[in-house]
């Protein structure tokens, strides 16, 4: 059922600085056909702050008729594994997009190769052996200019034959980089010679060991971007420093007609959520987190685990919009997102957790009659369920209340609540066991008041769910909070309650759930049976975003 909350790959991105750029750049002329990319390096798998990124690339480029490569900086042989190539494509796609062509960085390091030695011979990169330590001493501050290296003015032969040494592997790993020589005085660090290539001993995966020095990120990024014909190059705002090297190296290089142009946006912050590929890698590594696609973690594998929709990722990038400058959204709306989404796409089913028995004492042994509960109140297309009503029934332990609270109005001794679906029925017992826990409730039913019947259309200020014992399937269910929380000191820190796990009860109809099927537990939330964890035997469910938010539009 279509809805103006769902957000599909139909509806056109809103407008933002970045589409009034390119608008003005159409306008103008300079470019006669938008083509994007997103560049993820495969060294980890892809968090929410990529599906940022994510959405704006390929969204752009369909909101102007245009490409989106998807394209791997693989310039770092020692980091990057297959593993995460084929987890990107599978949450690029789980995102709803399709790249146009597939690139790797590595698909250019001929050309790359090329463009150095070219620099060198004009006299615009050096090889440089000061140690990395050197090279930071050397570099300078933010107020204060660097000095030049004392390989700095190496003729250019020099530099060709000290090169291709790097190239033969004559060099070990830190013991000679290239430099392109540009300005050590220069107020942006980022241009004060910088290194453009390096020395790495490690089998390529695209390449094997057919090199071992390896072209730097900001230098081989502008080369791809304008080897692929690339229009708008889309990034984070840590790279606004680098565009100058970015067009340094376009003019430098060769002459691209259009150039690319980058444009920087600010990137995906969310409270209580860590994104740096280093630190969850680490949770990884040492068993903190199941794996990447743990259901805490704020991975696209993991929120895609979760429970969340990738129309409900789209939502909420188009709702928080593109900035210039950088901020933090509150983890609420990212909930509200998928709260929205899933509120018009999930059938109920009844779970009862904390489970007391019922005991209905004037209803006759051994009967079980259905009843008839819609599946969806905003959908009634998605029609209604029948759910067996018997003698003994499991309600939830929020439901009961033996001495209630003001304003209670749900079950306890006396009081009379409506069984959602079922019948009036009252509390006439509290039976306990020899450690004063309750054993079970003793009440009574009024059998006049099935719900469709004229009977049952006599008021009551409570209702409540239940599970008719006899047919209950158990089963497991994984609630979770943030993985990450603020200690006194605005620090984030690890949670040590991210992960409860708990049991209750549930209808008849969910033993037939496979993995991946999402419900909403009755006056609950949402849950997912966990793609790795539910089976014929057991089902095991993933809390995915609870029916409240304290988060208001």
């Not at 750049?25 to 495969?42: I, N, S, W």
């Not at 060294?43 to 702050?49: K, P, S, T």
């Not at 409270?271 to 949770?283: H, V």
């Not at 079950?411 to 020899?434: A, D, Q, S, W």
Request: glycine share 6%; hydrophobic share 35%.
């Amino acid at each position: 059922m279509a809805t103006d909350k769902e957000h599909s790959l139909e509806t056109t991105m809103r407008s933002n600085f970045i589409h009034n750029m390119i608008d003005e750049d159409l306008a103008e002329g300079k470019y006669q056909e938008v083509y994007t990319r997103f560049p993820p390096e495969p060294n980890g798998y892809l968090h929410i702050g990529h599906a940022k990124s994510i959405c704006l690339n390929f969204g752009t480029a369909k909101k102007y008729g245009g490409k989106c490569n998807l394209r791997y900086d693989d310039t770092n042989p020692v980091k990057e594994d297959m593993e995460y190539v084929n987890s990107i494509e599978e949450d690029v796609r789980w995102l709803g997009f399709e790249w146009d062509e597939k690139r790797w960085a590595s698909d250019y390091f001929d050309t790359m190769y090329d463009a150095a030695v070219q620099l060198i011979k004009k006299g615009k990169a050096y090889v440089c052996e000061l140690t990395a330590e050197q090279m930071k001493e050397y570099r300078g501050t933010l107020t204060e200019p660097g000095k030049e290296s004392p390989y700095r003015n190496r003729t250019a032969q020099e530099n060709l034959a000290l090169f291709e040494d790097m190239r033969a592997g004559k060099y070990g790993d830190g013991e000679a980089v290239l430099r392109a020589k540009i300005d050590m005085s220069s107020p942006n660090i980022n241009m004060r010679d910088p290194i453009i290539y390096r020395v790495a001993h490690a089998t390529h995966h695209n390449t094997g060991d057919k090199w071992c020095i390896y072209p730097m990120y900001d230098f081989a990024h502008p080369i791809e971007d304008a080897i692929e014909g690339i229009s708008h190059s889309i990034c984070t705002l840590e790279f606004e420093d680098h565009r100058p090297l970015y067009d340094w190296v376009l003019n430098e290089v060769g002459f691209w007609n259009p150039q690319p142009r980058q444009i920087e946006f600010a990137r995906l912050n969310i409270t209580n959520m860590l994104m740096s590929k280093r630190y969850l890698k680490k949770l990884v590594d040492e068993g903190t987190v199941s794996g990447w696609d743990d259901p805490r973690m704020p991975t696209i594998a993991g929120i895609r685990r979760r429970g969340y929709t990738p129309e409900a990722i789209r939502s909420f990038c188009d709702d928080i919009g593109v900035a210039k400058s950088n901020s933090t959204v509150d983890f609420a709306q990212l909930e509200t997102s998928v709260r929205d989404d899933l509120q018009f796409k999930v059938a109920a089913r009844n779970v009862v957790m904390n489970p007391i028995k019922v005991v209905i004492t004037n209803y006759p042994e051994g009967q079980i009659e259905t009843c008839e509960v819609e599946n969806n109140r905003n959908v009634p297309e998605l029609g209604e369920r029948e759910i067996p009503f018997g003698r003994e029934l499991w309600i939830d332990g929020d439901d009961f209340m033996e001495v209630p609270v003001k304003k209670y109005f749900r079950l306890f001794p006396g009081n009379e609540v409506r069984l959602k679906g079922g019948y009036f029925i009252t509390c006439n017992e509290v039976v306990k066991n020899e450690d004063g826990s309750i054993k079970e409730l003793l009440c009574t039913y009024d059998p006049e008041t099935k719900s469709g019947t004229e009977g049952g259309n006599r008021k009551v200020k409570g209702t409540i769910h239940f599970v008719e014992a006899s047919t209950a399937v158990k089963i497991k269910i994984r609630e979770y909070q943030t993985l990450m929380i603020e200690d006194e000191e605005g620090n984030l820190e690890l949670n040590p309650d991210s992960l409860h796990e708990t049991w209750g009860y549930a209808e008849p109809s969910v033993s037939d759930v496979k993995a991946g099927e999402r419900f909403q537990f009755f006056r609950k939330g949402y849950y997912i049976a966990d793609s790795e964890l539910t089976t014929d035997d057991e089902k095991v469910f993933n809390s995915i975003v609870s029916l409240k938010s304290s988060w208001k539009k």
